[in-house]
C-alpha cells in the first residue's frame, strides 16, 4: 500500500456533491419546519414545469391551506395580501 501521510485522499467532486445533496440546507430545514414540506415541493415543481405561477393555482391554494393549517401565519407574522 503506498503511503498517503496519514491524509484521506479526497473524494471526486460529482461525489461530494451528492453527498452534499442529501444533507437538509437552512431553505430545506425551514421548509420542514412549516410542516408542508410536500405541499411546498408540488408547488415549485409546478412552477418549474410551467413556468407560469397563474397555471400552478391549485398548488398555490393548496400550500396556502397547509401553511394557515400548521400556524405558520402567528409564527412568521405573514398576512394575507388584501
Given at each position: 500500500m503506498a503511503d498517503d501521510g496519514g491524509k484521506k485522499a479526497a473524494k471526486p467532486a460529482d461525489e461530494q456533491a451528492q453527498v452534499d445533496d442529501d444533507e437538509p440546507d437552512e431553505?430545506?430545514?425551514?421548509?420542514?419546519k412549516t410542516g408542508c414540506a410536500d405541499e411546498n415541493m408540488r408547488m415549485t415543481d409546478c412552477y418549474y414545469e410551467k413556468k407560469d405561477w397563474r397555471k400552478c393555482k391549485d398548488e398555490m391554494e393548496a400550500f396556502t391551506r397547509?401553511?394557515?393549517?400548521?400556524g405558520n401565519d402567528e409564527r412568521t407574522s405573514s398576512q394575507d395580501a388584501a
Open positions: 431553505w430545506d430545514k425551514r421548509i420542514l397547509c401553511w394557515k393549517a400548521h
